[in-house]
């Protein structure tokens, strides 16, 4: 095992009722102004903000509103938040949504207490915020897992550029899987998927020897395929709901990571995707990974013969690289099993956006098993057409 230091410093409410129990206790540690951040209103038509509001009167807040974070949230929507927060004199952001509201807001967390562009000083300078606006997260679609950690993804549309930008963690989390019962079914599945991807990402980074993350990781990834299996005949069950709402933690909360560079591969190619055609993440994951795993397995074939053995089930073949393979093939299948898009085409993709542009702007990461390059990247979005 490699050295580690390890801290989550969120703490987790998960499970039916929560909010209405816990909540109001909560709030008493904070002061007297709330930001509610939330979408584009699926928390007015579920009820959810209700809900919250009527808390949050009981306990007297004043409640400044942020509304319309959009998935993939931009760096305009964060500035805008900023200012609110800032003019605002905000005690505590509470942000009520997916991993895009949760993202935005982590990063207005910290702008509204910077002097400067934070975007700049991450990305030029190379140093990171430290002061924070505390941050509260109650998650309503899940799959991101963004309620337990400190990363978030922005797009800054000007640079064409969809980033990994550090803000605060929140202090708490509220994961109530039946505030996700109104998530149209697909978004269900492309979370759930999300999740498989950042357990696969994780497994796929080094060291990939003997190691505990690595066979807690196995568990998740075969109970995420599992209750994905469950869902696709029951959408609405919570047992099945419940374990992967845990599962999207478990897969962001550092516990899978620890000891470990994580690969991370196919999330940058799909970010810089998602910057030049705004498409939905957990669905543009699963057009990529299959392509870019056929031009890894070789490199990484011990890893991925595990990985069809443990996850898949599949029976070890002739030799070591047909087994890797198949479980390759064994995650395509299933990918379309669960009615997943298979091609950019079947995404959504116009057919002129310039993948070009797309492969050079994205980051080659350490953890990958072989290190790309740029015409690589270029030819896997080709295949992906
Ligand atoms: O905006 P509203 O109206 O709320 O609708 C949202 C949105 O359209 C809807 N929704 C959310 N809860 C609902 C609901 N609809 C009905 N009932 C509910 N209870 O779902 C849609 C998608 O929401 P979004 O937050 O965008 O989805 P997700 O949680 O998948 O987040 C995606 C964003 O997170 C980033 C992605 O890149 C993307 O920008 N990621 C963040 C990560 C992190 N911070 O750790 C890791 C991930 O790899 C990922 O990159
Ligand atoms: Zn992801």
């Excluded at 974070?69 to 003019?87: D, F």
């Excluded at 991101?144 to 797009?155: H, L, P």
Aim: net charge negative; glycine share 10%; with cysteine.
């Amino acid at each position: 095992m490699n050295n580690f230091i390890f801290e989550n410093k969120t703490k987790v409410y998960f499970g039916r009722g929560g909010v209405k129990e816990y909540l109001g206790c909560l709030l008493k540690k904070y002061g007297p102004t709330v930001m509610l951040a939330y979408g584009g209103g699926s928390v007015k038509r579920n009820g959810v903000h209700d809900e919250i509001m009527g808390i949050l009167n009981a306990q007297g807040k004043t409640v400044v509103e942020f509304s319309g974070i959009m998935p993939n949230p931009t760096y305009a929507k964060v500035q805008e938040g900023a200012r609110l927060a800032r003019e605002n004199n905000v005690d505590l952001i509470l942000a009520v949504g997916g991993g895009s509201v949760s993202d935005c807001c982590k990063i207005v967390s910290a702008q509204a207490l910077l002097d400067e562009d934070i975007w700049e000083m991450e990305m030029t300078k190379h140093t990171f915020p430290s002061r924070f606006i505390p941050l509260g997260v109650i998650v309503t679609v899940f799959g991101t897992g963004s309620e337990m950690n400190a990363g978030a993804v922005i797009t800054h549309e000007e640079k064409r550029l969809k980033s990994g930008v550090f803000g605060a963690q929140a202090d708490f989390a509220f994961l109530d899987p039946d505030y996700s019962l109104s998530v149209p079914f697909p978004q269900v599945i492309s979370g759930a998927f999300d999740t498989l991807s950042h357990a696969m990402e994780t497994y796929f980074g080094k060291p990939d020897e003997n190691n505990l993350s690595d066979d807690i990781n196995e568990a998740v990834m075969r109970s995420v395929i599992r209750n994905i299996r469950v869902l696709m005949r029951d959408h609405d069950q919570y047992e099945a709901r419940s374990e992967l709402a845990w599962a999207s933690a478990m897969a962001e909360n550092g516990v899978l990571k620890i000891g470990k560079i994580t690969d991370f591969q196919c999330h940058q190619i799909e970010h810089q995707l998602g910057a030049y055609t705004n498409c939905n993440h957990g669905r543009g994951l699963a057009v990529i990974h299959p392509v870019l795993y056929r031009h890894l397995y070789q490199a990484g074939a011990a890893r991925f013969a595990r990985f069809a053995q443990n996850v898949w089930g599949i029976a070890p073949k002739g030799c070591e690289e047909a087994t890797a393979l198949a479980g390759v093939e064994a995650l395509a299948a299933f990918i379309r099993e669960i009615g997943l898009p298979t091609t950019l085409t079947e995404l959504g993709i116009p057919g002129d956006t310039d993948l070009r542009a797309v492969a050079d702007s994205t980051n080659l990461t350490a953890g990958c098993c072989r290190k790309l390059t740029h015409e690589e990247i270029y030819q896997i979005l080709l295949e992906c057409q």
